[in-house]
């Protein structure tokens, strides 16, 4: 009987590489999500990215400050969601990925 081997590989996961923040939760994740507006929890619900129901909270408050308007709160968070996507693929993936290309074109209208 032969021994299957498998050939030693090291990946270096994508995960690794981030740059987003990661953080140790201090209360229960559920019952912060549930005293969210309904609105807010149906955004998160359907987020992207892993947002702690806090920080989206926060961003969201900010949001509604400067816009006077939750749905277009939500379409700021969208598009603030957007940008860090387009941030982090850049760095991770390098700028040829396609979603890099929205990062390089939001920082140079920006810069304008």
Not at 49 to 71: C, H, I, N, Y
Request: charged fraction near 30%; proline fraction near 7%; charge should be positive.
């Amino acid at each position: 009987m032969t021994r299957s081997t498998k050939p030693t590989v090291k990946w270096r996961s994508a995960q690794a590489k981030t740059e987003l923040r990661r953080k140790r939760r201090t209360e229960d994740p559920m019952r912060e999500f549930d005293r969210l507006p309904p609105d807010l929890r149906a955004w998160l619900a359907m987020a992207t990215l892993p947002w702690r129901p806090r920080s989206v909270q926060r961003a969201f408050e900010k949001a509604l400050k400067e816009t006077g308007d939750r749905s277009r709160a939500l379409a700021q968070l969208s598009a603030l969601q957007s940008r860090v996507i387009a941030k982090d693929t850049a760095m991770v993936f390098g700028p040829n990925h396609p979603s890099a290309a929205a990062h390089d074109a939001a920082s140079t209208g920006a810069q304008r």
